[in-house]
């Protein structure tokens, strides 16, 4: 079956401009998961749904981030006001269940975002 | 919160060789990933192993949750076994994952 997609690939901004990343998730995963990926490093937490309901937002790094998952399936990622610290890799992750520690992730390709 | 320490931070191996790469963690945890990240920055899923061994091919891998650390073997290594090596711990409300910085692994032919 399908995994994780993500579109764009890549996205090239102007400092100022608005973004939106999509993530499609495996069908009938109910826990989403966002990252964050700077050059260099690890993937870092931004927020998870479960369902439609996002249930965490604690990795967010400012009110321009906002993420939405309406219907539960499809998710989207929003950046406004992009600078250039927000360069970097966004990684979507979905996992079967909530809540249970047992249970994988598995990501996507990723969209790079570079801010000029 | 957790701190998740992985060593190396990177490696140069010569094609056929073994390696272990080595992920410590600061507390208790239920459940550990390894994850291999390719060239083109996809994020495969190696192993879930909270606890014991695991074999899948020429990799293998041994968590000691008691003492608060995963082992990643990596046998007769090839080209293909290049990229980043990363393992991670959930933490928290819908066991968001937590990352250590990496393993960089380069394979000469």
């Known amino acids: 079956g399908a995994g994780v997609s993500q579109s764009p690939r890549y996205k090239v901004a102007k400092r100022g401009q608005d973004v939106a990343l999509r993530c499609d998730p495996i069908?009938?995963?109910?826990?989403l998961f966002w990252y964050q990926q700077a050059l260099g490093q690890g993937p870092e937490f931004l927020t998870y749904f479960q369902n439609e309901a996002q249930l965490d937002k604690s990795g967010l790094p400012s009110d321009r981030f906002f993420a939405e998952r309406p219907e539960g399936s499809v998710s989207t990622l929003k950046i406004q006001r992009t600078q250039q610290e927000d360069s970097a890799v966004y990684l979507c992750?979905?996992?079967?269940?909530?809540?249970?520690?047992?249970?994988?992730?598995?990501f996507g390709p990723g969209t790079r975002l570079l801010v000029l | 919160g957790i701190q998740v320490e992985q060593s190396p931070p990177d490696l140069i191996l010569q094609e056929g060789a073994n390696s272990t790469l080595r992920c410590n963690f600061s507390?208790?945890?239920?459940?550990l990933q390894w994850f291999h990240q390719n060239p083109w920055g996809q994020l495969i899923n190696l192993f879930y192993i909270p606890s014991g061994t695991k074999q899948n091919g020429r990799l293998s891998a041994t968590t000691v949750a008691t003492e608060r650390y995963s082992l990643l073997y990596i046998s007769s290594s090839q080209t293909t076994d290049s990229g980043v090596y990363f393992c991670?711990?959930?933490?928290?409300?819908?066991?968001?994952?937590?990352f250590g910085a990496g393993t960089i692994l380069r394979v000469k032919s």
């Open positions: 507390d208790s945890v239920n459940n």
């Open positions: 991670a711990v959930p933490r928290g409300y819908g066991n968001k994952l937590v």
């Open positions: 069908s009938g995963h109910v826990s």
């Open positions: 992750a979905s996992s079967l269940a909530p809540g249970q520690r047992k249970e994988t992730q598995y």
